[in-house]
Every structure is written in structure tokens, then in C-alpha cells.
């Protein structure tokens, strides 16, 4: 990847800027076919339909306002919003490749005292928005894959996603020009729904696997500057497993060492199940519709199952049993992104 954008301070060394971040909430995906995306992720995966924009659709099963954005804009021209706010950045590397991970934080106050911090610390924020229903501040990466730091502005986001066309509701947002709203809005017990007919019931996406560069300044950066907790990282430094407050389940990261430059940046993504009764529905679901599952985890760590997108992207099903971060450094390299 060519892009490097560091964000780490002047002197070198990652400053605690520590985002108050609760957990994974989103993937946003360059998709090839925007259709065909949907027909998988909703059909098969079992993710609902909560709106769309002119270049994307956004699916969600009540976990947040969505799970997944699926861009189907297969560019990197710029796009604007309704107020001629930029909205995209160059960070487009082909269809299958991460558009940003969302990750959720604790409040609209806490990110704007972290954003502060951030600015002391010479790091470049990319943009600052308002979703309608968030306040969001996006920035690169070491290896330059994008995130955004969102905090939920209303419990009631179904108001705006609520299934029809969502791409309005966005415009810039100065996040030091007016107090601050200190109150929480994620939803603590969202109303899950399932997608009728498809063979997954999933509740929402809680982990990603990413390759990097190096891991241990990746940690710098998720740690210092993204506020994750840092759960473990393998003696030979290999890979890293790292954790939001809300501690959803043992990890919402695993940092994987590139083994070439083209890998930096591949992601992968994993939808938790409400039990195991429901790996074991959709098990048999998928069966009924003669889809095969790839690989499957059944041991003292997880259950899971994989299916691959259209776009060669691998999604993991999973309940989790017990948090055995050392586990990985026993796993081949080339299979880690599954077994992590
Ligand atoms: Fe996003």
C-alpha cells in the first residue's frame, strides 16, 4: 500500500490520546457490485436492511444503526455530502478492501476531550462529521487503513435509518463549537431482528482481523490513540489481540503480521451468534440450501463457521467459549485470520 499517514505525534513516539472506545460497531466495505453484496449479506448472512445511500447500503439487526456499510462506489472520486462536505478520502484499494473500521465510543463529551488531546498531539483528524445520529472523526493509521471514532447522538436511530434513503443526514460537524452532550447512547438492550428466509440469524459484527506491518506499532496506534485495551501480544510479536471498555467478548481486534507488503491492510470480520443453538440452526439452514460452509471451529475457544463474500472477503459466524489468546501462536501463520 502506498499510503503512510502516521498517526503518531511529531516526536515519534504514539501519545495517549486514548479515544473512548467501547467496541467494533461497524465495517464499511468496498464491494464490487453493490446488488450482488447485498444479496449475500442480507440473502445468506442474514443482515437487515436499515437504509442506503446513493453509493451504499447499510444493514443492521438492532446492535447499532449498522453492522456493515456495503459501498459500492468501486472509486476513489471524491463524493460530498448534502452540504458539500467532503466525504470520501483516497483510501480506495479495490473492491474486497476496507472503505473504515466504526468503532463505537463511550459519548459525545469523552470524544471531544480525546479529539482535543489528539490536536495537542499533532494528529491529523481527516474529517469531523455529524451522521444525523452520530458525531464521527475519521483518521488514518500507520499502515494507513482508515477508522472512524463515533459517538451515538440518540438511542432513536431507527428514526434515521429507517430503511429508506439515509445519505442526506450528514454534514460537517466543528466538535469544539459548542458544548459537548456527555450522555450515552448506545443501546444497552437493543431489539434484535432477523432477516426472514435467510439462514443466519446473526446479532452484529464484534471483531476484525487485520494485517499489518508491524505489529507492535500498530498496538501503538490502536492502544494510545484508539483507546483499545491491549489483551495480549505473542512473545514472538507475531500477533496482538486488543479489547474496547464494553469487553463484548475477548477481543474486538487481532493485529496478524503481514507476511508481504500487498497483505497490509486485508481484513476479515466475524458476526457473533446469539448461542449456540443458533450456529447449529444455521448450520442446518445452510445445508438446506446446499451452501458449504468453509472452514468450521468447534474446540475449548469458539464455534464458528465461515462463508466467503463475493467479493473473496472471509466473514466468520461465531459464539464464543473461552478467551485463549495464546492459542494463535500454535496455528500455521497462513491460518490465523481463521482461527484468531
Ligand atoms: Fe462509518
Same mark, same amino acid.
Given at each position: 500500500m502506498a499510503m503512510t499517514?502516521?498517526? =503518531?505525534?511529531?516526536? !515519534? =513516539?504514539?501519545?495517549?490520546?486514548?479515544?473512548?472506545?467501547?467496541?467494533? !460497531?461497524?465495517?464499511?466495505?468496498?464491494?464490487?457490485?453493490?446488488?450482488?453484496?447485498?444479496?449475500?449479506?442480507?440473502g445468506i448472512c442474514g443482515f437487515d436492511m436499515v437504509g442506503h445511500s446513493?453509493?451504499?447500503?447499510?444493514?443492521?439487526?438492532?446492535?447499532?444503526?449498522?453492522?456493515?456499510?456495503?459501498?459500492?462506489?468501486? =472509486?476513489?472520486?471524491?463524493?460530498?455530502?448534502?452540504?458539500?462536505?467532503?466525504?470520501?478520502?483516497?483510501?480506495?484499494? !479495490?473492491?474486497? =478492501?476496507?472503505?473504515?473500521?466504526?468503532?463505537?465510543?463511550?459519548?459525545?463529551?469523552?470524544?471531544?476531550?480525546?479529539?482535543?488531546?489528539?490536536?495537542?498531539a499533532d494528529i491529523r483528524i481527516q474529517r469531523s462529521l455529524y451522521h444525523g445520529g452520530s458525531h464521527a472523526l475519521y483518521l488514518f493509521d500507520p499502515d494507513g487503513v482508515y477508522h472512524e471514532f463515533y459517538a451515538d447522538a440518540t438511542l432513536e436511530w431507527r428514526k434515521i435509518f429507517s430503511g429508506g434513503d439515509a445519505s442526506s443526514v450528514t454534514e460537517g460537524w466543528d466538535p469544539l463549537a459548542q458544548p459537548a452532550d456527555p450522555t450515552p447512547y448506545w443501546d444497552p438492550k437493543p431489539v434484535w431482528v432477523a432477516v426472514d428466509k435467510a439462514p443466519i440469524a446473526p446479532r452484529r459484527i464484534s471483531r476484525a482481523v487485520v494485517y499489518v506491518s508491524d505489529v507492535v506499532k500498530l498496538i501503538a496506534f490502536y492502544r494510545d490513540v484508539g483507546g483499545l485495551d491491549l489483551m495480549y501480544l505473542a512473545r514472538d510479536k507475531s500477533y496482538a489481540y486488543l479489547r474496547g471498555s464494553a469487553r463484548q467478548s475477548g477481543f474486538d481486534l487481532c493485529l496478524l503480521e503481514a507476511e508481504h507488503a500487498d497483505q497490509v491492510g486485508t481484513y476479515g470480520v466475524a458476526a457473533e451468534l446469539a448461542d449456540e443453538d443458533a450456529v447449529s440452526r444455521a448450520e442446518a439452514a445452510l445445508a438446506r440450501t446446499g451452501i458449504a460452509p468453509g472452514r468450521r471451529f468447534d474446540d475449548a475457544r469458539k464455534r464458528s463457521f465461515f462463508l466467503t463474500d463475493p467479493d473473496q472477503v472471509p466473514i466468520e459466524f461465531f459464539v464464543e467459549r473461552t478467551a485463549d489468546y495464546e492459542a494463535l501462536g500454535r496455528v500455521d501463520s497462513a491460518l490465523r485470520r481463521y482461527a484468531a
Open positions: 499517514i502516521d498517526a =503518531t505525534s511529531k516526536s !515519534g =513516539t504514539a501519545p495517549s490520546v486514548r479515544f473512548p472506545t467501547r467496541r467494533l !460497531g461497524h465495517a464499511n466495505i468496498y464491494v464490487s457490485d453493490r446488488d450482488r453484496a447485498f444479496a449475500f449479506y442480507n446513493k453509493s451504499s447500503y447499510f444493514l443492521s439487526n438492532g446492535n447499532s444503526h449498522h453492522d456493515f456499510g456495503l459501498n459500492g462506489s468501486g =472509486t476513489n472520486e471524491p463524493r460530498y455530502g448534502a452540504d458539500g462536505t467532503l466525504k470520501s478520502v483516497a483510501n480506495y484499494r !479495490g473492491p474486497g =478492501t476496507l472503505n473504515h473500521l466504526g468503532w463505537e465510543t463511550a459519548n459525545q463529551a469523552a470524544l471531544v476531550e480525546a479529539y482535543r488531546r489528539a490536536l495537542d
